[in-house]
């Protein structure tokens, strides 16, 4: 699946799109609620994305809402059924829920824009630095199947991502500390850093380094900005990592979605991507920092 029809991302445009419905037809949740005889707490959590949607309850809603153009309430029902679809990650049982969220998000988006002060992005690891980033943060998950199943769903995560007809638009920030960051030997991230070199040759990856020189611009240890292709919601969906939850599969990063609570990170990105070196410069100072390591 790709280019929004993750069941993830179909769910979010068919939340937010019932979620803009209601306002246009000036209903309170309560009144809806009361309307259809429905717990308040069923609206809360249709309009969170806590709960799956059936076919009835979005015509239920559509029709109470005054939405009765017939391209509109099928595109609507559509949507309901592509998010009710298994996807690749679910193959993955113990895959903790919030970041099966984010692989679902991360699937369907048309731009991804990492922020990494510690870590190569995933979506950009190869193999042996992502075995070598499982066995500094869990070193007991050495060679046992933890680490297989982790090491798996990096690896189809960068298939699905980047290797799909219609890859996203992909811009990564990396701090000087994370290229000079030894991580699983000198020939490790030697080779690390001549696969970034060969990825940002590709016209859909823009990577960018911020040296020691440019200073602090956010706390914010790691973040990432994620862009839909539909206009169901205008707002970009930001994920902050909480304890290395990009590192490793957690349930510990946490999603902003409303404007005015993402708004700062896409401002933060700006005024990063404004202080790092350029890409041209930025792909010269890593082939550099590669031939330094022998």
Same mark, same amino acid.
């Not at 803009?20 to 005889?37: I, P």
């Not at 070598?132 to 998950?141: F, S, Y």
């Given at each position: ?14 939340? =937010? ?74 193959? =993955? +049982? ?48 050495? $060679?046992?199947? $933890? ?12 298939? =699905? ?6 890859? %996203? ?25 001549? =696969? ?14 911020? %040296?020691?020189?440019? &200073? ?10 994620? &862009?839909?292709?539909?206009? +169901? ?15 490793? %599969?957690?349930?510990?990063? $946490? ?10 990170? $896409? ?23 590669? &031939?330094?390591?022998?």
């Amino acid at each position: 699946m790709s280019g929004g029809q993750s069941p993830t991302v179909a769910r979010l445009r068919l939340r =937010h799109a019932l979620r803009s419905a209601r306002e246009s037809s000036d209903y309170t949740q309560e009144q809806v609620a009361n309307e259809l005889e429905w717990s308040l707490s069923k609206i809360i959590r249709i309009e969170n994305g806590a709960v799956r949607m059936t076919v009835t309850d979005v015509r239920a809603l559509l029709q109470l809402y005054g939405v009765n153009d017939a391209s509109e309430v099928s595109e609507m029902e559509t949507l309901v059924r592509a998010s009710r679809q298994r996807s690749w990650w679910t193959e =993955h +049982a113990d895959l903790p829920p919030r970041f099966a969220t984010f692989i679902g998000l991360e699937d369907g988006a048309s731009e991804l824009s990492f922020y990494n002060s510690m870590l190569i992005p995933g979506l950009l690891q190869t193999e042996s630095y992502a075995r070598a980033v499982i066995r500094t943060l869990e070193p007991d998950w050495a $060679q046992t199947r $933890q680490e297989e199943e982790f090491v798996t769903i990096r690896m189809r995560r960068q298939e =699905h991502v980047l290797g799909r007809v219609d890859p %996203p638009r992909v811009r990564v920030v990396l701090e000087e500390a994370t290229l000079r960051r030894v991580t699983g030997g000198v020939q490790v991230q030697r080779e690390q850093l001549l =696969h970034l070199v060969a990825l940002g040759t590709r016209p859909n990856i823009c990577l960018q380094v911020l %040296p020691f020189s440019a &200073g602090v611009y956010t706390l914010e240890p790691t973040f990432v900005l994620m &862009g839909f292709p539909f206009d +169901a919601t205008s707002d970009v969906v930001v994920y902050l990592e909480m304890s290395n939850a990009l590192a490793l %599969p957690s349930d510990r990063g $946490q999603f902003l979605e409303r404007g005015e609570v993402a708004a700062p990170y $896409q401002e933060a990105f700006s005024r990063i991507t404004d202080a790092a070196f350029s890409e041209a410069d930025s792909l010269a100072y890593i082939a550099q920092v590669a &031939g330094e390591l022998r």
